[in-house]
C-alpha cells in the first residue's frame, strides 16, 4: 500500500508535502514493516507477540496525535483498530517496555529528514537576499518528579527538594518557509542556549543566516558562525553596553565589538578573536500592541548595500512565529509537560512528539496550497483534529484511493477553514480565568502526609 501512495509521479499526494513526509517516515503508518535502524545497536530483549515493532511504532505515533495523552487510552485504541487482538490485556506496561527498545537517535533523525522534506518539497526555497535562513530559539520542558529525571535534567535549584519538576531544555532549529523542526538537541537548565546551539553546528551550511533573540546575540556566537562563513542577525545581548562607532547612515553603525569571557559549556580548544566588526541597527516598533518599542539587531552582514536596514527589521519581525510555533508544540500539542519517567524514554516521547508535530506542519503546507493563502491562516489546532482522523482511518483501512480521498477531503475541509486576517490584532497581556486557591507546595507531600495523620 505505501508505495502506492506516492510511486506514481501523477499521483495526488506525491504532487503534495505529504508523499516526501511519508517517504522519510519510513512508512510507519501504512507499512507492516518498521525500519531496523530505530532499534538500538543492543535492543532489549522483550517479547514481541503482542507489540511487534511496526505496531508499537504505529501506536507510538497515534498516541501523540490523540487528544488523550495516557498510555491507557493508547492501548484502548490500538485494540479498536484492531492492531492489538480484543483478549489483549488493558494494562499499559507491556506498550511502555515494548517502547524501550526504540533508539532515540534513530527517532531524532526522524525529525530531521521530516523537517528537511518539508523545505525541500517546496522548492524553489524562499532565500533572504539569496541566503537561507534558519531560526534558532529555546524552551523549557518539564518532567516527571522521578529520581531517574532529577538526575538527568535537575529541577531548578531555588526549589526546595520535592517540591518542583525536572526540567528539560529545548534548543531547535526551525524552518522560516514551513515552521517545521529540523534539527534540536537537549540540555539541562545548566546549559545555557549558546552552547546547545553550537551542537547544532553540522545541521549549518556556509552561507546560511541565522536569527535568534538577544540570548544568541553574544561576541562568541558572533565570532563562531563568521568563522564559518554564517552571519548572525539577533538582538544585541542584554550584558553589552553601547558604544560609539563608525556611522552608516540613520539608525545604522559599525561598532568593533570586544571579546567577553567564554560562555560555560563552549568548547575552551576553539579559538576566538579579540576584537569583531558587527553592525548594528536600530529600529522602533509603530505597530500597535508590541511590547518593545525600540529594538537593536547585531549582526555581521556588514555590507549594508547589499543588507539595507528595512531587510534587516523585515527579516527580524518574522522571529516572533517561532514563538508561536513552539508554543502551539507545547500548548495545542501537549509537550509543556512529557509523561515518561526515565531519561531515555523522555528523548523518545520527545522526538515522536516532534514528528508529529512535522507531521501537523505537512497538512498545514498542503492546505494553504490548497486555498492559494499565507500559511499562517491555517489553524495548528485545526490541523491537529483533522490529521488526528486521518490517522485513524489509516488503520482501518488498507484501499488506496480511500486514503487519497480522505487526504484531499482533510485538505478542502482545511483550506475552508482559516483563520480570520487580523492585521495589526492588539490583545491585552492579561489572564481572565481566577486559579483555584491552593497554597503553593513548599514542602515535599510526604512531609505533608504526616502532618495531616
Known amino acids: 500500500m505505501f508505495p502506492a501512495l506516492f510511486g ?31 532499534l538500538q545497536p543492543r535492543p532489549i530483549r522483550r517479547r514481541q507477540r503482542l507489540y511487534p515493532l511496526s505496531v508499537t511504532l504505529k501506536m507510538f505515533l497515534t498516541h501523540w496525535l490523540s487528544d488523550d495523552p495516557a498510555c491507557r487510552t493508547a492501548v484502548a485504541t490500538a485494540k479498536e483498530r484492531g492492531w492489538l487482538p480484543q483478549a489483549a490485556s488493558p494494562d499499559t506496561g507491556a ?4 517502547r524501550d527498545p526504540l533508539a532515540p537517535s534513530g527517532l531524532a ?6 523537517g528537511s522534506a518539508l523545505e525541500n518539497v517546496r522548492q524553489p526555497e524562499p532565500l533572504w537576499r539569496g541566503r537561507r535562513v534558519r531560526g534558532v530559539d529555546g524552551t523549557g520542558i518539564t518532567l516527571p518528579d522521578t529520581p531517574l529525571n532529577q538526575a538527568a535534567y535537575p529541577q531548578p535549584s531555588q526549589q526546595a527538594p520535592g517540591c518542583g519538576f525536572p526540567v528539560l531544555q529545548l534548543v531547535a532549529l526551525m524552518s522560516l518557509a514551513t515552521g517545521a523542526v529540523v534539527h534540536y538537541t537537549c540540555g539541562t537548565l545548566a546549559d545555557h542556549d549558546q552552547p546547545l546551539f553550537h551542537r547544532l553546528g553540522p545541521a549549518l551550511a556556509p552561507g546560511d543566516v541565522v ?9 562568541a556566537t558572533m565570532a563562531l558562525l563568521r568563522q564559518r562563513g554564517m552571519a548572525l542577525v539577533a538582538r544585541r545581548h542584554a550584558g553589552r553596553q553601547e558604544r560609539p562607532g563608525k556611522c ?3 539608525g545604522a553603525r559599525l561598532v568593533a565589538w570586544t571579546a567577553t569571557p567564554r560562555p560555560p559549556g563552549l568548547d575552551p580548544t576553539v579559538p576566538l578573536p579579540k576584537t569583531l566588526r558587527v553592525r548594528e541597527v536600530h529600529f522602533q516598533v509603530t505597530r500597535p500592541g508590541f511590547r518593545t518599542k525600540t529594538i537593536i539587531l547585531a549582526t555581521t552582514l ?8 528595512e531587510a ?9 512565529d517561532m514563538e508561536l510555533w513552539l508554543r502551539q508544540i507545547k500548548t495545542t500539542l501537549g509537550m509543556a509537560m512529557l509523561r515518561t519517567k526515565t531519561p531515555t524514554r523522555v528523548a523518545a516521547e520527545l522526538a515522536m512528539g516532534l514528528v508529529g508535530s512535522n507531521l501537523i506542519r505537512t497538512g498545514m503546507l498542503d492546505a494553504a496550497q490548497e486555498a492559494q493563502g499565507p500559511l499562517p491562516r491555517v489553524s495548528f489546532k485545526s490541523a491537529l483534529v483533522r490529521v488526528r482522523l486521518w490517522c485513524a482511518r489509516l488503520g482501518h483501512t488498507t484501499a488506496v484511493n480511500r486514503c487519497l480521498g480522505d487526504y484531499l477531503r482533510l485538505l478542502d475541509d482545511l483550506a475552508r477553514d482559516l483563520n480570520p486576517d487580523r492585521p495589526g490584532r492588539v490583545e491585552p497581556r492579561v489572564v481572565k480565568r481566577r486559579p483555584k486557591p491552593f497554597p503553593w507546595l513548599q514542602q515535599p507531600r510526604r512531609v505533608l502526609r504526616e502532618a495531616l495523620l
Open 8 to 38: 506514481h509521479p501523477n499521483s495526488p499526494v506525491t504532487q503534495r508535502c505529504l508523499g516526501p513526509v511519508l517517504q522519510q517516515l519510513d512508512g510507519l503508518l501504512t507499512t507492516p514493516r518498521a525500519p531496523q535502524a530505530l
Open 95 to 98: 506498550y511502555c517496555r515494548a
Open 109 to 114: 533523525a526522524l525529525v530531521e529528514r521530516t
Open 211 to 219: 536569527l535568534g533573540d538577544r540570548s544568541f546575540g553574544s561576541f
Open 248 to 250: 552608516l547612515g540613520k
Open 302 to 309: 556588514l555590507d549594508a548595500p547589499c543588507y539595507p536596514c
Open 312 to 320: 534587516l527589521a523585515e527579516l527580524y519581525l518574522p522571529r516572533w
